[in-house]
């Protein structure tokens, strides 16, 4: 069975503190994605990023970077210098790869508040 | 903007009243999902359309029924809720399945529904 684990329900950091978001996933597919969504008050997921199971190099977007490690089936997301804008539900998600259409199992999300 | 909209972003209806939500993505996607977002729940897929043709129903109750007419529209017709149904309903579009970046879903804003 495929499962997504969220264990932080809410972090409360203050403006320019680094926070790093946690996701621990189970999954019995050799190919698999991995996937984060923001959910701001508005209400929308808004895509941050996918990763194939066969791609462990570690990806930096801006003040966003994501650690993948098969090894521990983790993939965290790290926010640096955080700023208020941030403060929303962050979702991490697990899908079937191989071509198959891959329906999002998603965890229960953690809720970051960033205080200025 | 995700090229996802969804109308209408708030609802609140009796429990013998028949409403629809509606959903419409500008992407020329050719999948379309519909979700369930309770509190304190994981999101929940409900119903998934591939080219207009349903091909997952998530166990959902009867009272729920889908409706998908063209690849850019979805619709979600609602009759004899039950309060437990109240919820944030989110649709979200992809690429058709057995295409390329088919599991990268893009989200829409989300209707909010009371059931009274």
């Known amino acids: 069975a495929q499962k997504v684990t969220q264990a932080q329900t809410e972090i409360s950091v203050v403006e320019k503190e680094d926070v790093t978001l946690d996701c621990v996933y189970e999954t019995r597919d050799t190919t698999y994605y991995l996937f984060w969504y923001k959910q701001p008050p508005s209400g929308e997921l808004v895509f941050l990023i996918r990763?194939?199971?066969?791609?462990?190099q570690n990806e930096i977007s801006g003040r966003y970077s994501w650690n993948f490690q098969k090894s521990t089936s983790s993939f965290n997301f790290t926010i640096t210098a955080s700023q208020v804008v941030d403060s929303a539900v962050y979702f991490c998600?697990?899908?079937?790869?191989?071509?198959?259409?891959?329906?999002?199992?998603f965890g229960k999300g953690t809720k970051l508040s960033v205080k200025p | 903007e995700t090229g996802v909209t969804q109308t209408p972003r708030h609802l609140v209806m009796g429990m013998t009243n028949k409403k629809s939500l509606k959903c419409e993505q500008h992407l020329g996607h050719n999948a379309m999902y519909w979700y369930k977002q309770s509190a304190k729940k994981p999101l929940e897929l409900m119903f998934v359309?591939?080219?207009?043709?349903?091909?997952e129903n998530n166990s959902v109750p009867s009272r729920f029924s889908p409706e998908c007419p063209n690849s850019s529209h979805l619709f979600l017709h609602l009759h004899t809720l039950q309060p437990e149904d109240s919820a944030l309903y989110l649709c979200?579009?992809?690429?058709?399945?057995?295409?390329?970046?088919?599991?990268?879903?893009?989200f829409g804003p989300g209707t909010r529904l009371t059931v009274l």
């Open positions: 979200a579009s992809s690429r058709g399945r057995g295409t390329s970046r088919s599991n990268e879903q893009f």
């Open positions: 359309y591939n080219f207009k043709e349903q091909t």
């Open positions: 990763r194939n199971s066969f791609d462990e």
């Open positions: 998600a697990l899908s079937r790869g191989g071509g198959s259409q891959g329906n999002l199992i």
